[in-house]
């Protein structure tokens, strides 16, 4: 079976640093670009960072830049993001997607990042 | 950034009748090799998004055919043909052209 499986999402202080964990499996984890994108609490749905095949191209959104960091490990079929100095904003489901036809085609149960003190 | 607004945001329909949401994107989502790069997703209650729609009218694997994408360059349709009640939700449109990507508001189609 197709799937994302995310973890590490945790109740953390501000300026506190998480990392997420997706581990792929049933495809090619090396062939795809994969990305994460959240949902605060009763909003929609928000971009936050996408990485190319190989891990030589990543994006994220502005808010986001200079703190958090995806990266992969191919080795573990797995997509990482590194999150330091969160902030109360960053409270949030965090899904894991793969990406092909320029549409996230494969989805996460995500995982529930909260930041407050 | 490109900005994708859709309407209605909310979508009240009776089971068994047609129902229609629109997008907008605020520049062209039409790659150089011929593709829009727009999607369609259901989020249903407690539930991860799924992905509906690619490249503005294909259907993702598994989506019954009830549900149609249509629409080039910067306007975009989703319509179901008949709503069955597994169909409520939040309906967002997606732009996958170009970084940073986004989402619009989300439609919100509930049964009457």
């Known amino acids: 079976e197709v799937q994302v499986v995310e973890s590490g999402g945790d109740l953390v202080q501000p300026g506190g640093s998480l990392r997420l964990s997706c581990a792929a499996s049933?495809?090619?984890?090396?062939?795809?670009?994969m990305g994460w994108v959240r949902q605060a609490p009763g909003k929609g749905l928000e971009w936050v960072a996408t990485m190319k095949e190989g891990g030589s191209d990543k994006y994220y959104v502005d808010f986001v830049k200079g703190r958090f960091i995806i990266f992969s490990d191919n080795a573990k079929n797995s997509v990482y993001l590194q999150m330091n100095n969160l902030r109360v904003e960053d409270t949030a489901v965090y899904y894991c997607a793969r990406a092909e036809a320029g549409a996230y085609d494969i989805w996460g149960q995500g995982t529930m990042v909260t930041v407050s003190s | 950034d490109i900005v994708m607004t859709q309407s209605p945001l909310s979508l009240p329909v009776t089971p068994g009748e047609p129902a229609s949401i629109s997008c907008r994107s605020s520049q062209s989502l039409l790659n150089a090799n011929g593709n829009n790069y727009f999607g369609w997703y259901l989020q249903k209650p407690g539930q991860s998004p799924q992905l509906l729609i690619y490249f503005g009218s294909i259907r993702a694997s598994g989506v019954p055919d009830r549900f149609s994408g249509s629409g080039s360059g910067t306007d975009f349709t989703l319509k179901i043909s008949r709503v069955e009640a597994e169909d409520v939700g939040v309906y967002y449109c997606m732009n996958g052209l170009q970084v940073p990507i986004t989402f619009g508001q989300g439609t919100r189609l509930d049964i009457k």
């Open positions: 049933g495809f090619t984890f090396s062939s795809y670009w």
